[in-house]
């Protein structure tokens, strides 16, 4: 029966009653997205999985606080990216790194792996002033590989408001990287 009923409807129906009944039905439907989605953005199987484990803890203590102002998969992404982004973020400031005496770190970077590097900096600044639903779009699309139909009807939307959304977001990312890169 659980099958039948949306995300939406079963956390209306189970989450008072049987929230563990609620919330395992959701992770069984949800737990290798998330994970792909750790794993896209982290490259880390270990880290993946550290973090999917963390956003379910996450999503179960703020499934109450669920409104339904978006389908709950597009909440739970968000959830999702966000938390990967900010540990990533986390990871970089305080990550240190014990070099051997006897080895040679003092690699010249060429002006091509240099620019590269600024390339993707800006384009991910850009990314990052998205609104949450043009991120959880594009990531959904470009990353989990889904398409234009699966997003029209997870969203349900037409086909054609899919692209036009898509078209958007890419060409805000273009005049944010565009405008980063000229300052």
Same mark, same amino acid.
Request: aromatic share 16%.
């Given at each position: 029966m659980t099958k039948l009923l @949306?995300?939406?409807? *079963? =956390? +209306?129906?189970? &989450?008072?009653?049987?929230?563990?009944h609620c919330f395992e039905? &959701?992770?069984? +439907?949800?737990?290798?997205?998330?994970?792909?989605r750790c794993l896209s953005l982290t490259q880390d199987s270990v880290k993946a999985e550290d973090f999917t484990h963390d956003i379910f803890l996450k999503v179960?203590?703020?499934?109450? #606080?669920?409104q339904e102002r978006a389908?709950?998969?597009?909440? /739970?992404? @968000?959830i999702a990216y966000n938390y990967c982004l900010d540990q /990533? +973020?986390? #990871? $970089? +400031? =305080?990550?240190? =790194?014990?070099?051997?005496e006897s080895s040679e770190y003092d690699l010249p970077e060429t002006d091509e792996t240099s620019l590269r590097d600024e390339a993707i900096q800006l384009v991910q600044q850009a990314v990052e002033r998205l609104s949450p639903e043009e991120t959880t779009l594009l990531r &959904?699309? !470009?990353e989990d590989g889904m398409s234009i139909d699966e997003l029209a009807t997870l969203y349900n939307i037409k086909a054609s408001t899919? $692209? *036009?959304?898509? $078209?958007r977001s890419r060409d805000r990312i273009y005049r944010? !990287?565009? $405008?980063?890169?000229?300052s």
């Open positions: @949306s995300d939406e409807e *079963m =956390i +209306r129906v189970y &989450l008072p009653s049987q929230p563990t039905t &959701l992770y069984n +439907r949800y737990v290798n997205k998330v994970y792909r179960f203590d703020k499934l109450s #606080a669920f389908r709950f998969s597009t909440w /739970l992404y @968000s /990533l +973020r986390l #990871a $970089k +400031r =305080i990550n240190t =790194i014990t070099l051997g &959904l699309k !470009y899919v $692209k *036009m959304r898509l $078209k944010l !990287y565009e $405008k980063q890169h000229s």
